[in-house]
């Protein structure tokens, strides 16, 4: 089990777990916890090391998250980025005030390698990201002093440090981009080192995790896999569990965990909703189901026509989310009664699924159906969602330690609302069957061409319907969405470039061979604005 521990006390900043991801990938536990986590409860968890976020408030404001200054006394590092630099600051005697001119974006900093933050940066345009490190492109420099490129968001600034502090990094326009009190352990960033943007910033926070909190590195992926075992034992006991599984890399990936960790007290059910991908129900019984490679209880429910009833006449993409939310969720219950005495179900619920549900306190951009479409009242003892924590990668790592095959790991994801949300408007059996089609052409032809790499990429139904010619005749039929996106976290995309002879061959393809479509479109949004689904 993992002891080293940091925590990260959320500010109400938007990169509050790409922090702690960040330091996870310095093999260095790390657990985001609200910033009113009880100093005792602190104390009681011993972490090596504590990070105070960024946030979107003035430290002056009345309702501005703050902590107490006995958190200082703890002789535990303390790092503050952004907000919590300012808060530090603040809190310590420092002056905070509104910049004369705000910095937002990459920005040159000056910072002073003497502090154990920055000793082994090499600066600006001789460090470079490659597979989400940052490598030294030339020989470490022996200058004392060296600008990198870091990201800075802030309208406030430290314009005085504390009393003690020696101000570490400085821009044109921030006197005190970074300071530190390295006697008690406390140090301050103006700028965020947890963005990819900031060139260098991974070694930042490795320092700060190995030279300041003095870590020696003993997490890794398989410690969470076996972690999160032991905690799963513990906690379910000799009582029965079930598995949403949709055969998608989440919750295939929570399913073997937790049969690893419980064996048959574990039943997964694989509803087969009628919005799942052309032959996907029976892909999916054939890798867990009896005649696949894992020892599961497994159960197929096939309730079409039940989901398509439900969903009659409902336009609105929020309705249409709760309403298949709320019917899964039935559909476990009902299942679960016929099992008996079952107190817990799981789901692969992932951190971007909690995030854009809004229930990490940000606003509400969908209710992903395994989070916020939840119905408010739920028939399990209690909801069990072991890689809640983790990102898409994190995930297929851990799917990779537990020894799943690399084709089912590298799956795209596939919502839990399945196809409901690639319809755009009411769904109806029909336009079921000619999204499937369409989307089975675009996959086939992808294979074909050899495309690989893609983030996410399927066919989808606009609810838009426009006048064609086909053999003479006039035509009024759909237009299909095709749509594929480059994405590491699937928290932004960007659309990937298909080559345009596999776009017109796709398209020529699903007009050919789906009735009822006669139009077909590439999506070119990116997220931000657009989201990757539909809807
Ligand atoms: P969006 O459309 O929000 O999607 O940009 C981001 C990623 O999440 C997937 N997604 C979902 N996954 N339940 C899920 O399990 C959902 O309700 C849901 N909505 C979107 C989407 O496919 C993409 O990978």
């Not at 790390?30 to 009113?36: F, G, I, R």
């Not at 920055?118 to 022996?142: Q, R, Y």
């Amino acid at each position: 089990m993992a002891k080293e521990l940091v925590i990260v006390l959320d500010f109400g900043g938007q990169y509050n777990q790409l922090i702690a991801r960040r330091v996870r990938e310095c093999n260095v536990y790390c657990e985001v916890h609200p910033h009113t986590l009880s100093i005792e409860k602190i104390k009681e968890m011993n972490p090596k090391g504590i990070i105070f976020t960024g946030g979107p408030n003035s430290v002056y404001g009345e309702d501005s998250p703050t902590y107490s200054k006995e958190i200082f006394e703890l002789g535990v590092p303390i790092l503050g980025i952004c907000y919590g630099s300012q808060l530090i600051a603040h809190l310590l005697g420092g002056k905070v005030a509104t910049a004369p001119v705000s910095e937002y974006g990459k920005t040159e900093v000056e910072v002073d390698k003497k502090s154990l933050l920055f000793g082994n940066l090499v600066g600006g345009a001789e460090s470079k990201i490659v597979d989400d490190v940052v490598v030294d492109v030339e020989k470490p420099t022996d200058k004392d002093v060296v600008k990198t490129i870091c990201w800075m968001s802030h309208t406030d600034y430290i314009a005085e440090a504390p009393d003690g502090f020696t101000v570490t990094a400085k821009t044109p326009v921030c006197p005190v981009a970074a300071m530190e009190l390295p006697e008690k352990k406390i140090y301050a960033t103006q700028f965020h080192p947890e963005v990819m943007h900031t060139v260098e910033g991974v070694k930042m926070l490795s320092n700060f995790v190995y030279k300041v909190c003095e870590c020696s590195g003993d997490w890794k992926m398989s410690s969470f896999v076996e972690d999160t075992i032991k905690q799963v034992r513990e906690k379910v006991g000799d009582g029965k569990v079930l598995c949403a599984l949709s055969g998608g890399v989440d919750s295939s990936v929570a399913a073997v965990l937790l049969s690893k960790a419980i064996g048959k007290q574990l039943t997964c059910v694989f509803v087969d909703q009628g919005l799942l991908r052309k032959n996907e129900g029976d892909e999916v019984e054939a890798v867990f189901g009896p005649d696949g490679p894992y020892d599961l209880n497994f159960i197929r429910v096939n309730c079409q026509e039940r989901f398509y009833e439900k969903l009659a006449g409902v336009t609105e993409p929020e309705r249409k989310r709760k309403i298949i939310g709320e019917e899964f969720i039935r559909v476990f219950e009902e299942e679960a009664k016929k099992i008996g005495a079952v107190d817990f179900l799981v789901q692969g619920t992932i951190y971007p699924d909690v995030i854009e549900s809004g229930l990490g306190k940000s606003a509400v951009i969908k209710s992903h159906h395994n989070v916020g479409g939840l119905p408010d009242c739920v028939d399990f003892k209690e909801i069990i969602e072991p890689l809640r924590l983790l990102f898409k990668d994190e995930v297929r790592k851990a799917g990779r330690e537990l020894g799943i095959p690399e084709y089912l790991v590298n799956r795209q994801p596939f919502p839990g609302p399945g196809l409901g949300i690639r319809i755009v408007g009411e769904v109806t059996a029909e336009k079921v069957k000619i999204v499937q089609d369409a989307d089975f052409i675009y996959r086939e032809e992808i294979a074909k061409a050899g495309i690989t790499g893609l983030g996410q990429y399927f066919a989808a139904l606009s609810n838009m319907r426009s006048v064609g010619v086909m053999g003479d005749g006039r035509t009024y039929d759909y237009a299909v969405v095709l749509r594929a996106v480059n994405t590491s976290d699937f928290m932004t995309a960007e659309c990937s470039e298909i080559p345009f002879e596999v776009l017109q061959k796709v398209m020529n393809r699903i007009i050919n061979e789906v009735k009822g479509v006669n139009r077909v479109m590439y999506d070119l949004t990116s997220k931000p604005p657009g989201t990757i689904e539909m809807e």
